[in-house]
């Protein structure tokens, strides 16, 4: 009796915990010690059901691998310089390529010999004479730009999934699709061109010197200075209400980047209540910020994001401590959204959307309406069956499958799984395998008392023959749900998971809970026979 007593008992605990995971899906008016304090968690739902968006992305690698040729075609200049190699750079004939002209032969050999003891991943594409002079056209080589390429697709997808965690979204799918595609499913998103802006902003942060010693007008008309680019300062008028572009010519060194960058964060300016986004520089760039500052006291510096300049103002003193404003008359999302794209860090390439589309919430809700009919349908039925063909012992297979979906609600709520519309597939079948393990122990009970056994040696009798079978087939159908889990994505993986605690619960209610329910009838009620 002790024995049942202790069985019984972790049944109805394991019962209980499921029904306390539940409780918030279950009851919308939840009181205010509970959510302080208790699990406020609902079972999540999937982009299928509950509505929201789904992306593919494109990754530009090719720009991270011209990004990267720039650079170090910057530093090839200083480099030659240094060397006292003589040299011209010309403009790049097409992307992907850095073109130099050299004056003679002996520059030539210089050149190469630079490139050969400190660019090993540089290499010539295309080498002529014209006019006497050497012109000499140099790529990244093949093996590093695949590298390139795949490592900027490997640091989109960590970015985005960055961005995405700070944006508050629950169980969101990033995963990637091929060499250069990223597939993102956002479920519950509502505000989808917030989202998108998001996600797909490159967020290069860039501080310039304004040029201004030469004119803007000047350069607008197409006259600008070498070292020079002109670009626009957008701020956003308070009358109007629209946001008014005015060009301003920077030098085009870029003195920091957002590399540099330790935190983002909103705050709210003392002096016209509006946010704006505090930075603060790593320990490296706060040294670089402050040396800068003081070099260029009583001049202008350009914060300028993707190509955009949101502020330049007058360095007044030398700024130690690397910390650092970016106004630019923001809303208040304007500037949540530019503090995460700022603390999740700049893309390394620039990134497309190739597809798009939404799932609205009243699709969602049909989706579960049918799937939850579907669920109550199949369990009625075989409710029915097991009553009707197996009687008492259907009845007992009957509590172990009620359970069965209980614990599976629960344990899903308790982890946080994402329940999805294959996954709400995968409980109708797990229905059907819980009871289909009771269907194997009453036909070897019932066997064993046609051979003449008391109900207590039948009962042993058919756990002990049936208990193999039942273990053998729910671990090949759970090896598979696993890999499936591993394997599959989106509506595979939301069936996997419902599948995989699907098997373990039902191994637990059709051996362990109907074999304690068997017990008390045969050494608590003293039953002799039983109708199976």
């Known amino acids: 009796m002790s024995g049942i007593k202790w069985r019984a008992a972790l049944a109805v605990a394991a019962c209980l915990v499921a029904l306390f995971f539940l409780t918030p899906t279950l009851v919308d008016d939840l009181p205010t010690f509970w959510n302080d304090h208790l699990p406020k968690d609902k079972i999540h739902l999937g982009l299928d059901l509950q509505g929201g968006m789904h992306l593919v992305l494109e990754v530009d690698a090719a720009k991270a691998v011209d990004g990267t040729l720039q650079r170090t075609a910057g530093d090839l200049k200083e480099t030659l310089m240094a060397k006292r190699v003589r040299f011209r750079q010309a403009e790049a004939a097409k992307a992907g390529l850095v073109t130099y002209e050299l004056p003679d032969g002996a520059s030539r050999t210089a050149f190469e010999k630079v490139l050969k003891d400190n660019y090993p991943d540089i290499e010539v594409a295309v080498s002529e004479t014209r006019e006497g002079?050497?012109?000499?056209?140099?790529?990244?080589?093949?093996?590093?730009?695949?590298?390139?390429?795949?490592?900027?697709?490997?640091?989109?997808?960590e970015t985005i999934r960055n961005r995405v965690d700070q944006f508050g979204i629950s169980e969101p799918e990033i995963i990637p699709q091929g060499d250069d595609r990223i597939i993102i499913q956002l479920p519950g998103v509502k505000d989808t061109q917030r989202a998108k802006n998001l996600i797909g902003r490159t967020a290069l942060l860039e501080f310039k010197l304004v040029d201004e010693e030469h004119s803007v007008d000047e350069a607008l008309r197409g006259s600008v200075p070498d070292g020079s680019m002109v670009l626009n300062e957008s701020r956003l008028d308070r009358e109007s209400g629209r946001r008014i572009d005015t060009p301003l010519l920077l030098k085009s060194a870029t003195l920091l980047t957002g590399e540099s960058l330790e935190n983002a964060k909103v705050q709210i300016s003392d002096r016209f209540g509006e946010p704006h986004v505090s930075i603060k520089f790593n320990a490296q760039g706060a040294k670089e910020f402050e040396r800068i500052t003081g070099a260029n006291v009583k001049r202008r510096l350009a914060i300028v994001l993707d190509g955009v300049v949101h502020s330049a103002p007058v360095i007044q003193e030398r700024i130690a401590g690397g910390n650092a404003q970016i106004t630019g008359s923001f809303t208040m999302d304007e500037a949540r959204d530019l503090a995460i794209v700022l603390r999740a860090g700049a893309l390394p390439a620039p990134v497309k959307i190739l597809e798009e589309r939404t799932v609205g919430p009243s699709l969602g809700q049909d989706s579960i309406d049918k799937g939850t009919w579907a669920c109550i349908i199949a369990s009625i039925l075989i409710l029915l069956f097991m009553i009707v063909y197996y009687r008492l012992t259907g009845m007992i297979a009957d509590v172990a499958l009620v359970m069965n979906l209980l614990l599976l609600?629960?344990?899903?709520a308790a982890f946080k799984a994402t329940l999805t519309l294959p996954g709400i597939a995968g409980i109708v079948l797990t229905i059907g395998m819980a009871v289909d393990a009771n269907v194997l122990i009453n036909e070897r009970i019932r066997e064993e008392m046609r051979l003449g056994k008391t109900l207590r040696a039948a009962v042993e009798?058919?756990?002990?023959?049936?208990?193999?079978?039942?273990?053998?087939?729910?671990?090949?159908?759970?090896?598979?749900?696993?890999?499936?889990?591993?394997?599959?994505?989106?509506?595979?993986?939301?069936?996997?998971?419902?599948?995989?605690?699907?098997?373990?619960?039902?191994?637990?209610?059709?051996?362990?809970?109907?074999?304690?329910?068997f017990d008390y009838f045969i050494w608590n009620r003293k039953v002799q026979t039983i109708s199976i």
């Open 133 to 157: 002079r050497e012109v000499v056209s140099l790529k990244i080589n093949d093996k590093r730009a695949g590298e390139i390429r795949k490592l900027a697709v490997e640091q989109s997808l």
């Open 409 to 412: 609600l629960g344990v899903m």
């Open 461 to 517: 009798a058919g756990y002990a023959k049936a208990f193999l079978t039942i273990l053998d087939s729910n671990i090949t159908t759970l090896v598979a749900a696993l890999f499936l889990f591993g394997f599959g994505t989106g509506p595979v993986k939301g069936f996997a998971v419902t599948l995989t605690i699907g098997i373990i619960v039902s191994l637990f209610t059709a051996v362990f809970v109907t074999r304690i329910i």
